[in-house]
């Protein structure tokens, strides 16, 4: 299942670690996100929300 809001489409992001030697590896910060009860299109249905637009109220949930 892909790390993305199924309202605002957030994903991942990418970047790297670097230790006190500067060594870089690859790394990624991935999405807070919660499965929420929201009604779409009128019917209730289970998403995957980030947190960010729980908070906006950008969900109904129901």
């Known amino acids: 299942m892909a790390q993305k809001c199924d309202l605002c489409g957030k994903g991942p992001q990418f970047g790297n670690n670097i230790s006190h030697a500067h060594n870089t590896t690859r790394r990624?910060?991935?999405?807070?996100?919660?499965?929420?009860?929201?009604?779409?299109?009128?019917t209730s249905k289970r998403i995957r929300a980030c947190t960010?637009?729980?908070?906006?109220?950008?969900i109904v949930k129901g």
């Open 28 to 42: 990624r910060w991935n999405v807070n996100l919660q499965s929420v009860k929201a009604v779409v299109e009128g």
């Open 52 to 58: 960010s637009c729980i908070k906006t109220g950008k």
